[in-house]
């Protein structure tokens, strides 16, 4: 009697829940399906953030080349800038037969290189020699998005010009092809060698991109083969009217090494300590976004090309290296005072 009362209560109750269930199964049935959808979209979420925290980014060679054809690509976009790039040294330099060979040089492109976010030393010598005024300028610095050093070689056989209320003094002509000379720089930063230069040219560059510097982090060691004695007695002279003393300058034969650390020279005048804060802040912001864009990368042609892609502007900014057509902009106004014809390789 007590089974049979068991088994009633147990079958009642079955029937109970039976009953109930069948009176709400499409309700349950409707939050089954939502719980499964909401399972099923937590989990595929879960495993697309395991594999990306795995994912390694592939190199963009993969995607659009080789390290080749990225090179000749960058070396095209470069030339119209003067410019090309050494993937050895990691490194910008000037070409030979680039635009700038026909502007010359004169005191106001360096005073137009700071506004134009160029914090740099400057270090003109000028001498004469062989009937000609001479000028071998140093320079070293952050050129915007790039640490960089230079050595310019220029001459003129013509007067001082005057252009009232703009400027006085003397306008060089870029060096012919057989006046260049021999030499070489290396570029250091707190001692450390960010590259070496070398060849016989009319202005020897390089321009590091992403490296943020001051000035005085730099020094420059220059080897400059001159054409003589007399051409070296000339030169040595300058040097040491500017300022510089025995221990920063030696001579051996026809070669003179100087060490450019601490300018001796006057700086631009528009160089001033509002200019550099403002000018430097603006540069490593800049090298900053280059880093954070390309931090998947190792190579520099990938890391350009990712730029390329994802920053147009800045690409094009990256193109605009070394010293851009705005330094040079008093050329045009310059140009209609020169008494004497140019005497550079690009006549």
């Not at 054409?227 to 007695?233: C, F, R, T």
């Not at 026809?254 to 540069?283: C, D, L, W």
Request: aromatic share 16%; charged share 20%; with cysteine.
């Amino acid at each position: 009697m007590l089974f049979n009362l068991e088994m009633y209560y147990v079958m009642s109750t079955g029937l109970a829940v039976w009953a109930f269930l069948s009176q709400y199964k499409l309700i349950f049935l409707l939050i089954g399906l939502i719980l499964f959808f909401l399972f099923a979209i937590l989990f595929r979420k879960s495993r697309k953030k395991r594999k990306q925290s795995q994912q390694v980014i592939p190199p963009v060679t993969e995607i659009i080349g080789s390290d080749q054809e990225l090179l000749d690509k960058l070396n095209k976009d470069l030339a119209p800038f003067g410019f090309k790039y050494d993937p050895y040294q990691d490194i910008f330099y000037s070409l030979m037969y680039s635009w700038q060979r026909d502007y010359g040089y004169c005191r106001l492109y360096d005073e137009a290189a700071a506004p134009l976010s160029m914090i740099i030393d400057c270090e003109p010598i000028r001498f004469q020699y062989d009937g000609k005024k001479w000028l071998i300028e140093f320079w070293k610095g952050q050129y915007g998005m790039t640490t960089g050093g230079e050595v310019g070689i220029y001459y003129t056989t013509g007067p001082d010009i005057n252009i009232p209320g703009l400027f006085h003094g003397t306008f060089y002509f870029c060096v012919k092809d057989e006046h260049r000379i021999n030499m070489s720089f290396a570029l250091r930063k707190n001692g450390n060698l960010l590259f070496t230069r070398q060849g016989y040219h009319w202005w020897l560059t390089g321009f590091k991109l992403g490296e943020f510097s001051d000035p005085e982090e730099l020094t420059m060691d220059i080897m400059l083969e001159l054409y003589d004695k007399q051409m070296v007695k000339a030169f040595t002279e300058a040097l040491k009217k500017v300022g510089y003393r025995e221990n920063e300058y030696v001579v051996h034969g026809n070669r003179v090494y100087v060490h450019f650390g601490k300018p001796h020279s006057p700086q631009p005048i528009t160089r001033t300590a509002f200019t550099e804060y403002i000018m430097q802040r603006n540069n490593a912001t800049y090298c900053n976004a280059y880093a954070r864009l390309t931090q998947g990368y190792t190579n520099t042609l990938d890391k350009l090309a990712a730029v390329e892609k994802n920053s147009p502007g800045l690409y094009n900014q990256i193109l605009n290296v070394g010293k851009p057509k705005g330094v040079f902009g008093a050329f045009n106004t310059i140009r209609n005072f020169l008494k004497d014809p140019p005497i550079s390789g690009e006549e």
